[in-house]
């Protein structure tokens, strides 16, 4: 079974910065796609950042460029997202998800079979 454990979320100032990580056990593929993602109320869940086992670079919303930054510890089976300079529109449940190394978007949610439970981060200003 696949099981995805999310950590780091909290509130912060506007300004400031959050790491968040995401431990995936029981997933066995040598290859593999993960993405972060993140849902605000009244809003639809929208891609943030991307990668894929096998490197080729990491992917951003427009949003995230420049400010967040996705990696991956193998040996932890961890996937993280730095996140810098935080603004209040930033506020949301932040959500880590795996699938097939093969997805042809990494931002787009409805491809990724597993997920996380969410972890809420609020931005103040």
């Known amino acids: 079974q696949v099981h995805l454990v999310e950590s780091g979320g909290g509130s912060v100032q506007a300004g400031g910065s959050l790491k968040l990580s995401c431990r995936v056990s029981?997933?066995?593929?040598?290859?593999?796609?993960m993405g972060w993602f993140r849902q605000a109320p009244g809003k639809e869940r929208e891609g943030v950042a991307g990668l894929r086992s096998g490197g080729g670079g990491e992917y951003y919303a427009d949003s995230a460029k420049g400010r967040f930054t996705i990696s991956q510890d193998n040996a932890k089976n961890t996937v993280y997202l730095q996140m810098n300079n935080l603004k209040p529109e930033d506020t949301a449940m932040y959500y880590c998800a795996v699938g097939p190394y093969g997805l042809d978007l990494l931002l787009q949610a409805d491809e990724y079979h597993y997920w996380g439970q969410g972890t809420q981060v609020t931005v103040s200003s």
């Open positions: 029981g997933y066995t593929y040598n290859s593999y796609s």
